[in-house]
């Protein structure tokens, strides 16, 4: 029956588009020469460009918002016809309903972290997007911290976004307080925070160390990198910034163990002679508690770096999970490479994967570690892979969803569960992934306002909630967006 209606879409959507004339086609010598658009991709055949009508999840048919019938374009279990699922709060058949005929389940699952139904599923089909979207102000290409700050006897979760502004003479750095205010019941941005103005950024990073927040960035024009730090000052009642200093390199990535009360610093140098270097520093109260070589890397073009700390269970020692993602400069293939550190920063394993890869992401998984990535391009894929025991066991590879273009995304793993959600920045929309139970692409929906989607989007999990920031291009205007998840006990 599938097969049947997919023929069918198909043969719609080939007679909307006119006879085929190849007369009517553009001339082209390679793909590149093809313009794609929102709804199609292209590509060079016989020297004419050839333009395919999207279809994300591969299950024949085409978006609602390209002219198909597809209500769920990221989800390749719902489509027009498909079989009701009960109890996944999704309209699979794309009729307009949601579990129709579905018997009431005799226990229900409620937000708790715990198997109610005992279906050994943990709060599964329970979170919904908030209608609200919240606006926070102007700005684009978000990175964003979560803090707490103890403003008069307790504490609020804040975020710090660290945005872009255009600038007569280049870009302006801001970073956005984000605060709930309760007499409002809305989230709002009451504090900006006047930070550097650059010809151009070549990176920038924050991260949260306890009630303040440390960010570094370098100057594409200076080649020179810096990092800051903001606190609140509670008798005074404003934002102050502690430091500013002089980071020698041409990358930095900021890491704050909570548990040890320290930076970790790494810093990309390049060698003499090719290939690349991750260096280290720990700080301690400000100061330079140690330093050294973390990784080298011989021959090859760095691309990105990403380090989560996992604390196994039922076991006493951390160890610290980095993944380097490298480009050879001789054959030009990438790769990235996985190493495990014991709390002394001394490399225990070590491993590596080939292939070309767009984005990537590390989360922590359980008593392991996950690495998310995706591949642009026609046929590109996102993928997750989850290690346990310190990457001495691949535990699964899953496939999350195909893609016609680059995919820009942030993940993060529902705490003490296999339960995920992905945010992703896709044309011509972006799209959730939220795996729950055994559906690995359950409740998809869309998280934009109708702009275009810019750079990462960014997701924290709270409790029983998960709060995405992202931004838009609204003609000249730069916004930026916060929407939440909630999970919502039936």
Known sequence: MKKLLSMLALAVFIVSCGNGDESQKPECTKDNDCKPDNCHTAKCVLLRCEHTLIDSDGDGFFPTACGGNDCADADEMAYPGAQEVCGDMTDNNCDGKIDEGCPEPRIKE????????????????????????YFIGQGSNPVVARGAIDYEMHKDIIYFALVENQTSSGIGLEGKIIEWDAGLNQYVSYHTLKIADVAGLKYKTVISIGSAFMVAWEDILTQKAYFAYFYYDKDKKEWNNGSDALLPSRDTILFYDEDEKNVLILQIADKAGGGFDVLYKWLLGGETANSGLLVNVPDGEYKKLGIIKVRPKDKKDFYYFVAVWWQNNGTKKEGVTFYVFDDGLSLAKESTVNGWFWDIKLAEYLDGAAFFASNGGPGGKLTVRVFKDDLSTIEKDL???????????????????????????QSPLPYLLMKNKDNYKANNSLYYTGGETQGEPTIFEEVYKYVIIWSEKHGDQDRIYLRTINCQSQ
């Open 110 to 133: 409620i937000c708790d972290y715990y198997d109610n139904d005992n279906n050994n599923f943990i709060d599964e089909f329970l979170y919904r997007l908030d209608d609200v979207i």
């Open 399 to 425: 496939l999350l969803a195909t893609s016609n273009g680059p995919l820009e995304f942030d993940a993060v793993f529902n705490r003490g569960t296999e339960n995920f959600i992905v945010a992703v920045n």
